[in-house]
């Protein structure tokens, strides 16, 4: 019997501190208000109290300093730096919940008022061909291969009948040149890795050259 086993995501945060002290305040209150009484977080570190003092004491600050009282400016800094101190002690305890239970780790981080960061797929980069500065010459992308591989070329003027190789390079992507303006050409590529050696030809890629 195979038994499946499905991977799940770990959900992170990204903390995004808002510069303008403004933005702050709003930020920091909305985080306190979603804590409170929140059943995931019965004994949040820092605790809503301090939170809501720090933000508080910021909102108080930034009154003052807006007033531009002597020396009121870096009492307000101060103030910002002690709040900023305070959520980065919180995103590292909300994280630790989050990873508790990873199947809602999202819904639990969004639930404290911070925000999921977000992961963006690194695929393999495709295999494409697209016009070249010049005329009559054409860039070829190959798929990684992977380091200390080489990428053997052709291309075919003929909807492939014949084809024609292009330079060896130790990179997965070359430029060719000298190609008949206003023709589609077809271009396709194999791989010599140190492992596995020489691979197949690839699927042909078209485009009209220019």
């Known amino acids: ?47 809503v109290a301090v939170l809501a003092a720090a933000v508080n004491d910021l909102h108080n600050a930034e009154t003052t300093a807006l007033s531009r009282a002597k020396g009121s400016a870096t009492v307000r800094n101060d103030k910002r730096t002690a709040l900023v101190a305070l959520l ?9 919940v989050a990873d508790a239970t990873p199947e809602t780790g999202a819904a639990i981080i969004e639930s404290a008022g911070l925000t999921v960061r977000k992961n963006t797929p690194r695929g393999k980069r495709p295999f494409a061909a697209k016009p070249g500065a010049l005329s ?6 190959a798929v990684a291969a992977g380091q200390r591989s080489s990428y053997e070329w052709q291309y075919s003027t003929d909807g492939g009948k014949t084809w024609v190789f292009a330079p060896a390079t130790t990179q997965g992507k070359t430029s060719i040149a000298g190609l008949p303006a206003g023709t589609t050409v077809q271009f396709r590529y194999l791989a010599v890795t140190p492992k596995g050696g020489q691979g197949d030809w690839s699927a042909a890629v078209s485009l009209l050259v220019k």
């Open 1 to 47: 019997m195979t038994t499946t086993i499905k991977s799940i995501h770990r959900a992170t945060i990204t903390l995004g501190i808002p510069g303008k002290i403004a933005d702050l305040i709003l930020y920091a209150t909305n985080i306190v208000q979603k804590l409170t009484n929140n059943p995931s977080f019965p004994t949040p570190t820092p605790t």
């Open 136 to 141: 009559g010459t054409v860039v070829v992308t």
């Open 88 to 96: 980065q002690q919180l995103d590292g305890y909300v994280q630790s």
